[in-house]
């Protein structure tokens, strides 16, 4: 039943910013990472950030010095901020959940973000 509804994803030229939103529909139970994974046009996949149940973030090394991860465990939610925005980030963005006890992962539904002048 549990549900990551994604958002904040558009069109945006180089070096400009983003901000996407991931929030569960509920609260998850029991500990949980969350973080971001992308899939590039030519269906390159990468993970992009998490934040270990926790508070340790780890980032792609593409992405460091850029994007910043966040969350909130009230909501059960993470958040991705994106600065100096690269072409090469244009990707569908999937958020995700991952339960510790099994390992299991919950998707958002992506969201598309185009950087191009």
């Known amino acids: 039943q549990l549900q990551l509804l994604e958002s904040g994803g558009g069109l945006v030229q180089p070096g400009g910013s983003l901000r996407l939103s991931c929030e569960a529909s509920r609260n998850a139970f029991g500990p949980h990472d969350m973080g971001w994974y992308r899939q590039t046009p030519d269906k390159q996949r990468e993970l992009v950030a998490e934040?270990?149940?926790?508070?340790?973030?780890n980032y792609a090394d593409s992405v460091k010095g850029r994007f910043i991860v966040s969350r909130s465990n009230i909501k059960s939610a993470v958040y991705l901020q994106m600065v100096s925005l690269k072409p090469e980030d244009t990707a569908v963005y999937y958020c995700y959940l991952r339960t510790l006890a099994d390992g299991i992962y919950i998707w958002g539904q992506g969201t598309q973000v185009t950087v191009s002048s």
């Open positions: 934040m270990i149940h926790g508070g340790v973030k």
